[in-house]
T-cell receptor
Framework: DTAVSQTPKYLVTQMGNDKSIKCEQN?????MYWYKQDSKKFLKIMFS???????INETVPNRFSPKSPDKAHLNLHINSLELGDSAVYFC?????????????FGPGTRLTVL | GNSVTQMEGPVTLSEEAFLTINCTYT??????LFWYVQYPGEGLQLLLK?????DKGSNKGFEATYRKETTSFHLEKGSVQVSDSAVYFC?????????FGTGTKLQVIP
């Protein structure tokens, strides 16, 4: 059983389109995250939800909107896609937002904007 | 704010060589420290962690010791294998946020 799953794995789209990436975890965790990894492997936190409440909202364009319908799901919607949005997006989860909690990552979604 | 600095890669080693990947951090308070590993085409996974000063994390032959006096958490392995080829990320957790280093790519050649 996959602990943290993301769909789709690859997403190729045109500039200006709107797209969504879905994430689900079956670990029973309370906290979920979205990260963006650029071509140099730099990993940047975007958002985090704990029990469906937004607790981290980093400086990202308003075109990015997370939604957490329940504790097991965290989706990422992106409006008006731009070339610079091309990256690998990782979802992750942890038991809580606690100091020592391990994060469990999904396999990533590679987004390519043409 | 918090930050993590890792040695730049790529690091290329022969099989059975000794590995050190340096990591230093800047943080207020008392963060937890982590090493995550990313194999090609996969997400990150925890390699080891330490939650307080002088703690040593270890897993799969890798070790790192939380050194508060030098603000460091260097990763070491006595004898690397080809299967250890991956990108290694040092990270610190200062609830609720985790700050990652830039990653160090390790390539082990037979």
């Amino acid at each position: 059983d996959t602990a943290v799953s993301q769909t789709p794995k690859y997403l190729v789209t045109q500039m200006g389109n709107d797209k969504s990436i879905k994430c689900e975890q079956n670990l029973g965790h309370d906290t979920m995250y979205w990260y963006k990894q650029d071509s140099k492997k730099f990993l940047k936190i975007m958002f985090s939800y704990n029990n469906k409440e937004l607790i981290i909202n980093e400086t990202v364009p308003n075109r990015f909107s997370p939604k957490s319908p329940d504790k097991a799901h965290l989706n990422l919607h992106i409006n008006s896609l731009e070339l610079g949005d091309s990256a690998v997006y990782f979802c992750a989860s942890s038991q809580s937002p606690g100091l020592a909690d391990t994060q469990y990552f999904g396999p990533g979604t590679r987004l390519t904007v043409l | 704010g918090n930050s993590v600095t890792q040695m730049e890669g790529p690091v290329t080693l022969s099989e059975e060589a000794f590995l050190t990947i340096n990591c230093t951090y800047t943080a207020t308070g008392y963060p937890s420290l982590f090493w995550y590993v990313q194999y090609p085409g996969e997400g990150l996974q925890l390699l080891l962690k330490a939650t307080k000063a002088d703690d040593k994390g270890s897993n799969k032959g890798f070790e790192a010791t939380y050194r508060k006096e030098t603000t460091s958490f260097h990763l070491e392995k006595g004898s690397v294998q080809v299967s250890d080829s991956a990108v290694y990320f040092c990270a610190l957790s200062d609830q609720p946020k985790v700050t990652f280093g830039t990653g160090t790519k390790l390539q082990v050649i037979p």
